[in-house]
């Protein structure tokens, strides 16, 4: 059993960045692929990025974030961060933190573990 705890949203203004940070219990955090999905109002939710375990050598992100977002991880603290830059308003959602026991999908119905989630909010 993983338990997930986000951190870091907030509220900012079209341009800017925040860092996000998911930590987890557990001590096998290392051998978890992490997954970040994100969820607007009347809309289903949505893969953003995920992070492969162990070194974290493959990262995967949805096209729209590509080159803004970046993901990684810290086994030793048992974190993994998502790094926002030149936020726009349509990055506007609850962000949650996931955790699968194999390989990364970007199908959020194959994640095992979910946080409770941490609102950001980016005006224009």
């Known amino acids: 059993q993983v338990q997930l705890v986000e951190s870091g949203g907030g509220l900012v203004q079209a341009g800017g960045s925040l860092r996000l940070s998911c930590t987890a219990s557990g001590r096998t955090f290392s051998s978890y692929a992490m997954g970040w999905f994100r969820q607007a109002p009347g809309k289903e939710r949505e893969f953003v990025s995920a992070?492969?375990?162990?070194?974290?050598?493959?990262?995967y992100y949805r096209d729209s974030v590509k080159g803004r977002f970046t993901v990684s991880r810290d086994n030793a603290k048992n974190t993994v961060y998502l790094q926002m830059n030149s936020l726009k308003p349509e990055d506007t959602a609850v962000y949650y933190c996931?955790?699968?026991?194999?390989?990364?999908?970007?199908?959020?119905?194959?994640?095992?573990?979910w946080g409770q989630g941490t609102q950001v909010t980016v005006s224009s």
């Open positions: 992070i492969s375990s162990m070194s974290g050598a493959g990262t």
């Open positions: 996931a955790a699968r026991t194999t390989y990364y999908s970007a199908n959020y119905l194959n994640w095992n573990y």
